[in-house]
Nanobody, 116 residues
Framework: QVQLVESGGGLVQPGGSLRLSCAASGFPFSSYAMSWYRQAPGKEREWIVAIAGDGRGTNYRDSVKGRFTISRDNAKNTVYLQMNSLKPEDTAVYYC?????????WGQGTQVTVSS
């Protein structure tokens, strides 16, 4: 079965950096694009960035463009999100998932809190 385990979140000051990881299993990882999403308190989950299965194409939400970088290691079935210049409005639970997906499963996410 599909399993997604996000990690790397934490508390960071504005302007700081974090690197999130997502370990995936249960599906042919390199055949799927992968996305990161986030859900802030009281808001709906939103897509923020995606990477193609071969890692050669990426697409970013405007609000994170130039600050966040997605990458993947298909040998490790892992996708990463490097987040720089973090802002308080980046505070959210961050999730990864495959695209397009035939499952409704989501991992537990990892909490990112940006605060001084």
């Amino acid at each position: 079965q599909v399993q997604l385990v996000e990690s790397g979140g934490g508390l960071v000051q504005p302007g700081g950096s974090l690197r999130l990881s997502c370990a995936a299993s249960g599906f042919p990882f390199s055949s799927y694009a992968m996305s990161w999403y986030r859900q802030a308190p009281g808001k709906e989950r939103e897509w923020i960035v995606a990477i193609a299965g071969d890692g050669r194409g990426t697409n970013y939400r405007d609000s994170v463009k130039g600050r966040f970088t997605i990458s993947r290691d298909n040998a490790k079935n892992t996708v990463y999100l490097q987040m720089n210049s973090l802002k308080p409005e980046d505070t959210a639970v961050y999730y990864c998932n495959g695209e397009p997906r035939s499952w409704t499963y989501w991992g537990q996410g990892t909490q990112v809190t940006v605060s001084s």
